[in-house]
């Protein structure tokens, strides 16, 4: 989910330790989603398969290798449809989904890759780990999808359902049943942030917004199987004067990642973001401007059902020295901007969650008490926004939902913005800090 203000943070125990199994050599998987290939024995060549022209053996045959065996029959064929409707699982009958972009730990944590007893702590907990795969998958394919159907014209809230309805479809959550959408679905609602709007906005009900030619957009969504939120970002622009600006964040994203690590203080890595981000300049109106990391914006880290765990890692140098840890698992997210390098709370607000340590309060209006209901039902303790309930049959619920909010009971989360007229952008991946290896686990073709 798009960033957490650093002062609205608060510090909690994490008590949720990440053990994986690590199979193979590790990357993304196009939006074709092909099924994965096992390799038999008898599909190898053996030893001396290829003969030197004019050796001895050129009378020889050559061995041909034989077709790589697709598990699951027919739908090794299958091709992902547009809009994405076919599951995920569907193109992975063996129900093993590809694993991310891998990364040897460095220096003093250089030993986890081969010790013994960090891979057996690897190997302990599959199901964990392939949960996460299986919402990266879902992810990659629908955002794939989305960066090549949006266009300047489209109205806000058919991009943000377009999006939505893909991501319930290849899960195979459409979350209209009680407790589907905790099951798999949606990780939180479609943040597209317009120009100097940087994070937390979505459509609600009624909006009319259409996507400019000029316009600076950030596609933020989350995919979750059983909680596993998979947390990425991107920045779709139409007009190449842009490309500066959205070099910079990509840039600093992927510093992020690449310092990231077990036992790497946070501080530090806001440091080298801080110093990619702001060596680029972008120029508009003739104007040359440099780009800033927007200070008050940062990644954090996620546990089950829950997008913000407690851990922040900044985007700016800070003393800040908490300490990455393995086992779990980070949104490394990066915001530059054109403008201030400063967010405020503004505009209306459509993202809330209810709170993992929600008080248990008397609710004198009765309308919150039915709310309630249906988001803990429904929702749990995962993102959800105004449309979401509307889907449900919800109506005239607001009153509710003020008070629910004011009662400290579910957190609204207002969009975050810098001046007018400035430019932002974003990219973000979730990352695995498994006992052995750094997993980029949302990394794609695309980014």
Not at 42 to 58: F, K
Not at 232 to 245: D, E, H, I, K, R
């Amino acid at each position: 989910m798009a960033a957490k203000a650093a002062e609205e943070i608060e510090k909690i125990t994490l008590n949720e330790l990440m053990t994986t199994n690590g199979n193979g050599n590790g990357h993304s998987c196009p939006a074709s989603a092909k099924a994965e290939n096992d390799d038999s024995d008898e599909d190898r060549d053996d030893g001396g398969g290829n003969v030197e022209a004019g050796g001895p053996e050129t009378a020889k045959k050559k061995k041909k290798r034989k077709p790589k065996k697709k598990k699951g029959g027919a739908n090794g064929s299958k091709t992902q449809t547009s809009p994405p409707r076919v599951l995920v699982s569907d193109f992975f009958a063996n129900g093993q989904y590809p694993e991310g972009e891998i990364s040897e730990y460095r220096n003093e944590n250089g030993f986890r890759t081969t010790n013994e007893e960090k891979r057996h702590l690897d190997r302990m907990n599959n199901d964990f780990l392939n949960e996460y795969r299986q919402g990266a998958e879902v992810h990659r394919q629908v955002r794939q999808w989305a960066q090549k159907n949006i266009t300047p014209g489209q109205t806000l809230t058919e991009i943000a359902e377009g999006i939505e309805d893909s991501v319930r479809a290849l899960s195979g959550h459409p979350g209209l049943e009680e407790g589907d959408n905790i099951k798999g679905g949606m990780g939180f609602p479609t943040g597209l942030s317009i120009n100097h709007c940087a994070a937390h906005y979505t459509p609600n009900a009624g909006n009319k917004t259409v996507l400019q030619q000029d316009d600076v957009m950030k596609v933020d969504f989350g995919a979750h199987i059983n909680g596993r939120i998979v947390d990425s970002a991107f920045t779709m622009t139409f007009n190449p004067v842009y490309g500066n600006l959205l070099a910079a964040v990509k840039d600093a994203t992927n510093t992020g990642i690449r310092e990231a690590g077990i036992d790497v203080r946070v501080g530090d890595i806001g440091a080298a973001i801080q110093e990619a981000m702001e060596s680029y300049e972008v120029e508009l109106g003739g104007q040359s401007i440099p780009v800033k990391s927007i200070r008050n914006l940062n990644g954090h880290d996620i546990v089950q059902y829950s997008i913000h765990g407690g851990k922040s890692v900044p985007i700016v140098k800070s003393n800040d020295q908490t300490k990455m840890e393995e086992g779990e698992v980070f949104a490394i997210e990066t915001f530059g901007s054109t403008g201030k390098g400063y967010v405020r709370d503004d505009m209306e607000t459509s993202h809330y969650a209810k709170k993992m340590d929600a008080p248990n309060v008397a609710l004198r209006v009765s309308s919150a008490r039915s709310l309630l209901n249906t988001i803990t039902k429904n929702f749990g303790t995962l993102p959800f926004c105004r449309r979401y309930l509307d889907r449900l049959g919800h109506d005239k619920y607001l009153l509710g939902l003020n008070n629910l909010v004011s009662s400290g009971v579910v957190e609204a989360y207002p969009p975050l913005c810098d001046v007018k007229g400035s430019y932002t952008a974003q990219y973000e991946h979730t990352i695995l800090l498994r006992p052995t290896v750094k997993e980029v686990i949302s990394r794609g073709d695309d980014y």
